[in-house]
């Protein structure tokens, strides 16, 4: 599965940005989509996740200000980032699971000024 994200850039704390992740297959046929990121220096983190179609977790520095939703007919996940801070300046990568196997994207720089 290849997975292709967009969206990132720059934007001014308070603002929002909405991620995109496509991937080359149905989505049917993942098991989970969605977003980690990671500044340098520090691990990966998880952002948001959606297991089963239905099984929704965020991570707690972004629970009730991001949002993660799909567009099955698209193949696409999203991430719509809303009151954003400067610590949610990052690299973010899409990954979905298919069975034993994880799937990421190439990530795509969120920058966000305060």
């Known amino acids: 599965v290849q997975l292709q994200a967009s969206g990132g850039g720059l934007v001014q704390a308070g603002g929002s940005l909405r991620l995109s992740c496509t991937a080359s297959?149905?989505?049917?046929?993942?098991?989970?989509r969605g977003w980690y990121r990671q500044v340098p220096g520090k691990q990966r983190e998880l952002v948001a996740s959606?297991?089963?179609?239905?099984?929704?977790n965020y991570g707690d520095s972004v629970k009730g200000r991001f949002t993660i939703s799909r567009d099955i007919a698209k193949n696409t996940w999203y991430l719509q980032m809303n009151s954003l801070k400067s610590e949610d300046t990052a690299v973010y990568y899409c990954y979905a699971v298919r069975g034993p196997y994880d799937h990421w994207g190439q990530g795509t720089l969120v920058t966000v000024s305060s």
């Open positions: 297959r149905t989505i049917f046929s993942l098991n989970v």
């Open positions: 959606i297991a089963s179609g239905t099984n929704i």
